[in-house]
């Protein structure tokens, strides 16, 4: 089987008023499921304190379980008891759940306001729109930060994907997550597998024992994170020299923090985030759920999130309204991922790849790393 890269041809960084779009009375509580840290802050400042403000009597509480948010919903689908609303995910998990049922289907130019001068919201997101459930919420990649004052004497700062393979010329511990996904995908770039060739050759047992044997040569200097939040902790504290994470959480500490930390983007890779609707929720939390996402996927709403971190807005309209940093003042546009100079060697995420292989590649990178 041949996997072809995912078109990411719509990456970019109007104002609407919030819209019912469900008759009937809706619930006034509300649990929001995100990934905690500055990512989930930035939600908060955009769109989830406005809506409150515009819905005088809702209640938000935010879950920071969306790395463990495919399991999560399992359990609650079996229990028959759903209790998240909204639920923010990576493309990939929002395909699993959609194919399992779990996440419910969408029509874009229904449930989404359309742009300011009236095209429309399927127009406006575009090829970003790469599932039937998944709504898409911002750009994003993957990348590693390291730091300064750690770099050894006389060597260059680390500029390659393969320098975190390097512990002779880079010595110090790494930050890895604790999952198979982008490390996997290193792992053959730096085992000589070609570009295009990364994703055929794991569909195979050899190719995954290929990317687990060069993860092995670096195993003993890892410390493996959970949470987007636990790498630029680990690079501040100085317990490690470079370390993997969300560009956006590398921003907040190297901008905000002011943390002497650098951001390598060779070999970044570049993955989609937003949200999808449970199935199973009542009429009246159905009806909070939608009016939030009509609200909260605006134009104004993705471009005012780029405000406070460094990711993508999904939607073509909102790139004009992209400008400054909401409190430091300086352009983002040369922070994010797809600024030219930064996407100089980008690895484009497979999502129908890990939708079809996520379950058994996870068993196995568990099962190695228990070895």
Not at 49 to 65: K, Q
Not at 133 to 159: H, K, L, W
Not at 213 to 232: C, N, Q, Y
Not at 310 to 333: E, N
Request: proline share 5%; with cysteine.
């Amino acid at each position: 089987m041949k996997f072809t890269k995912p078109i990411l041809t719509t990456m970019a960084l109007g104002l609407t008023a919030t819209t019912s779009l469900a008759d009937g009375h809706m619930a006034s509580d509300m649990t929001l499921v995100s990934w905690g840290g500055a990512y989930q802050q930035s939600q908060i400042n955009a769109y989830a304190d406005p809506y409150v403000a515009m819905n005088p009597g809702v209640t938000v509480t935010w879950d920071e379980s969306s790395n463990e948010a495919v399991a999560k919903l399992r359990a609650m689908n079996e229990a028959g008891s759903i209790t998240w609303d909204v639920v923010d995910v990576v493309a990939a998990d929002a395909l699993r759940l959609c194919d399992e049922g779990l996440a419910m289907e969408i029509d874009p130019d229904e449930i989404l306001a359309p742009a300011p001068d009236g095209t429309s919201a399927s127009d406006d997101f575009g090829d970003l729109l790469v599932g039937d459930c998944f709504i898409p919420q911002i750009v994003y990649s993957t990348t590693f930060g390291y730091r300064t004052d750690m770099v050894p004497a006389g060597v260059e700062a680390p500029n390659d994907i393969c320098d975190v393979f390097d512990l002779e010329t880079y010595p110090g511990m790494r930050a890895l997550e604790q999952r198979p996904i982008n490390n996997v995908e290193w792992a053959l770039l730096c085992d000589g597998v070609a570009k295009d060739d990364v994703y055929d050759v794991l569909a195979t047992e050899e190719g995954q024992e290929q990317a687990l044997a060069k993860l092995d040569t670096i195993r003993d200097s890892v410390i493996w994170w959970s949470a987007g939040a636990d790498t630029p902790q680990l690079l501040a504290d100085g317990e490690v020299f470079m370390g993997s994470t969300y560009n956006g959480r590398l921003f907040a500490a190297i901008e905000e923090q002011d943390q002497p930390i650098g951001m390598m983007w060779d070999a970044q890779v570049f993955d989609l985030d937003g949200w999808i609707i449970p199935e199973g929720l009542s009429d009246e939390r159905l009806a909070r759920a939608k009016d939030f996402i009509y609200f909260a996927t605006d134009t104004q709403r993705l471009a005012d999130q780029a405000k406070y971190i460094s990711y993508g807005p999904a939607r073509l309209s909102s790139a004009p309204l992209v400008g400054q940093h909401a409190t430091l003042g300086i352009d983002m546009a040369q922070h994010m991922p797809t600024d030219p100079a930064n996407a100089a060697n980008t690895f484009l995420y497979n999502y129908e790849f890990w939708a079809d292989y996520r379950d058994d590649i996870d068993a196995k990178f568990q099962a190695w790393l228990a070895q």
